[in-house]
């Protein structure tokens, strides 16, 4: 699943966008048509656009998985 979060800076303090994919675990059961493979987590951009700190791919991912948690149970 794919969201956005506001990301800040650990470096400079800047607020800005980091798009985050949560990846998803394979399906390898079942009918072919069914299955497909692991896809990883990531973020991008991958680094601070005013000072090129990097952005910490856990922290971002966490922040992440708590937005859509908190997302869903207000559904």
């Known amino acids: 699943m794919d ?3 506001l990301y ?3 470096e400079c303090g800047l607020n ?3 798009d985050v994919f949560l990846g ?3 399906r390898t059961y079942g009918p072919p048509e069914d299955c497909y493979p692991a896809e990883p987590s ?4 991958t680094e601070c656009p005013h000072c090129d700190a990097e952005v910490d791919e856990c922290e971002a991912i966490d922040q992440a998985s708590d937005y859509l948690q908190a997302y869903e ?3």
């Open 24 to 26: 998803r675990s394979a």
């Open 16 to 18: 800005f966008d980091v």
């Open 42 to 45: 990531f973020v991008e951009p």
């Open 8 to 10: 800040e800076c650990k």
């Open 3 to 5: 969201t956005t979060i």
């Open 73 to 75: 149970e207000d559904r």
